[in-house]
């Protein structure tokens, strides 16, 4: 079957902002199948697993690196998100620990109110930094990069697919405040 091109695109409108706000992390394993139309992930099978609510601000953002071969006929994404949690704290760094030992499922919600997946079929993996700072302006925290490598880019998600399974208590999302 012949690859072809059948649409273009318009220069669009100057109406958004780069950046993410949130980040949600399932359990290695736990996110079922999704179906995908046009781009986008309207179900999952099983439709219930248990996302953990990461709030994030400035400095944090997804990028997706587009890598084909013509010799081996494939073409596959790498998909990276920077993460700044600022502020050390033992609940976090605890929580960090065990985050990193798995290759979760990652779900964020951008600036513009877009949820996109990271790691949907093979699972993240998870590295950074730890850091103090020497001065007393400098950034105290953890800086996280998160990678997949996907048969495909990071798709599109139906909001209520994410917001429906974000693990909460007493009504509340489950979060550490450092």
Request: hydrophobic letters at 40%; one cysteine or more; charged letters at 10%.
């Amino acid at each position: 079957m012949p690859c072809i091109i059948a649409t273009g695109r318009a220069l669009p409108c100057k109406d958004v902002v780069g950046g993410i706000q949130k980040v949600f992390f399932a359990n290695q394993g736990t996110v079922g199948k999704a179906t995908i139309t046009a781009g986008v992930v309207t179900a999952f099978t099983p439709s219930t697993f248990d996302l953990y609510q990461f709030d994030v601000k400035s400095a944090s953002g997804l990028e997706q690196t587009i890598t084909t071969s013509s010799d081996n006929g494939t073409t596959f994404f790498t998909q990276t998100l920077t993460l700044v949690l600022t502020k050390l704290d033992a609940a976090t760094q605890a929580m960090l620990d065990s985050l990193i030992k798995t290759r979760p499922t990652a779900f964020i919600l951008d600036n513009n109110g877009n949820y996109l997946t990271l790691g949907l079929t093979r699972g993240c993996e998870i590295n950074g930094t730890i850091s103090t700072g020497v001065a007393l302006g400098d950034m105290n925290g953890y800086s996280l990069t998160i990678t997949a490598d996907e048969p495909m880019m990071s798709q599109f998600v139906t909001a209520a697919l994410v917001t429906a399974n974000i693990k909460a208590s007493a009504g509340a999302p489950t979060q550490i405040t450092p």
